[in-house]
């Protein structure tokens, strides 16, 4: 969210003082919320034969509940995202559409990363949107680099259940956000030392998640998958300080290490 707002020429004082902040914050967290709930109960039937230790399969909800709190949680989020910013609720419905194919047919077809990528993209376009009312070439740059780790990691996940990874050659996606990070720093606003540490410890990160992939050892493909995925943070705070936003992009820093932290805690995926 941050990084969209950033990316489309505002700042934190922006965010907070045009008053949709909160707005935007609780309806991308319903999206987020809402989709994994049912994304659990698109899985009930594959999941009751191999991961029957979920909390459907093992009884400790139904099915029906589950897709109506799901349900809900989308709608309302939609509902913000329309009563902040007419546009962004147009690019929150394509959300929803993103989310709810991603959804029912992850396991299904073969480029459903693509749907989960097109997720992320959206995120940074409904962030500025609400903002700024408008998307520039920044903007729509840095989402598709977004998309294109999430398309890699999500590739990763499909594997995770089985503990290994198939073929390596569409986890090259991954490149793209490095080549767009560096892109941002050259042309952002000024040089800035944090954005290249910042882009050097997305590199050092990515390349210790792809030895645990490409090591195959036990339990190494789950731990490449949350690595990525806690990496989503360090992408976000990068551009965030090439467009020179430190104080944003440390936040970004303290979102990474906050993943790693409750990943601890609980699964990551």
């Not at 009751?48 to 399969?57: K, S």
């Not at 902040?84 to 194919?101: E, F, M, N, R, W």
């Not at 300080?241 to 990943?263: C, I, K, P, R, Y």
Request: glycine share 12%; with cysteine.
């Amino acid at each position: 969210m941050l990084a969209g707002v950033v990316l489309a020429g505002a700042g934190a004082g922006a965010l907070w003082h045009s008053g949709t902040a909160l707005p935007l914050l609780l309806a991308l967290t319903l999206f987020y919320l809402g989709g994994m709930y049912l994304n659990d109960a698109c899985d009930a039937e594959i999941d009751a034969r191999e991961r029957a230790d979920r909390p459907i399969p093992r009884g400790d909800i139904d099915r029906l509940t589950v897709s109506l709190l799901g349900a809900g949680m989308l709608a309302l989020g939609g509902l913000l995202l329309f009563l902040s910013h007419p546009s962004a609720g147009v690019t929150g419905l394509a959300l929803i559409a993103a989310i709810l194919s991603y959804d029912w047919w992850h396991k299904r077809i073969g480029w459903s990363p693509l749907l989960m990528g097109a997720c992320r993209f959206l995120t940074y376009l409904t962030a500025a949107l609400v903002v700024t009312n408008t998307l520039n070439d920044m903007v729509v740059w840095g989402a598709l680099g977004l998309a294109c780790h999430v398309v890699g990691l999500t590739y990763a996940a499909r594997q995770e259940a089985y503990d290994r990874l198939g073929a390596a050659w569409p986890l090259g996606v991954l490149a793209v956000p490095v080549v767009l990070m560096l892109a941002t720093m050259l042309i952002g606003p000024e040089p800035s030392l944090l954005a290249l540490m910042l882009w050097l410890g997305y590199l050092a990160w990515g390349a210790r998640c792809l030895m645990w992939l490409f090591r195959r050892a036990p339990g190494d493909v789950p731990r490449a998958v949350v690595g990525l995925i806690a990496a989503i943070s360090l992408y976000d705070a990068t551009l965030m300080a090439a467009m020179g936003a430190d104080g944003m992009a440390l936040l970004g820093v303290l979102a990474f290490a906050a993943t790693l932290a409750l990943q601890r805690v609980t699964s990551g995926t």
